[in-house]
Nanobody, 121 residues
């Protein structure tokens, strides 16, 4: 069994910062890409940022220069530092990881349950 648990969401004023964390646990051999997505009510889930095992990073245009993704491979954890937050960043953020389990050779996508970020104006 593999589990992803997010933490760090909450309420912050516009211009403020939050740091999200997502820890993967369970029968994990190694993790390929890890990422953060977000989804507003009634809309499709969209990519926020993704980081490969080797550290290659991609960001959505809407967060470039404000958000920073990082990971600790030893801890199977990915982070999202969110600065200069805007009210339009108010959505649920989901952690995603492409995980190869022990005994397997191909990665599968796993998702966290999501953490709410609310930015007040």
């Amino acid at each position: 069994q593999v589990q992803l648990v997010e933490s760090g969401g909450g309420l912050v004023q516009a211009g403020g910062s939050l740091r999200l964390s997502c820890a993967a646990s369970g029968s994990i051999n190694y993790i390929n890409a890890m990422g953060w997505y977000r989804q507003a009510s009634g809309k499709q889930r969209e990519l926020v940022a993704v980081i490969s095992r080797g550290g290659t990073i991609n960001y959505a245009d809407s967060v470039k220069g404000r958000f920073a993704i990082s990971r600790d491979n030893a801890k199977n954890t990915v982070y999202l530092q969110m600065n200069s937050l805007k009210p339009e960043d108010t959505v649920v953020y989901y952690c995603q990881a492409d995980i190869v389990r022990f005994g397997g050779w191909r990665g599968n996508d796993y998702w966290g349950r999501g953490t709410q970020v609310t930015v007040s104006s």
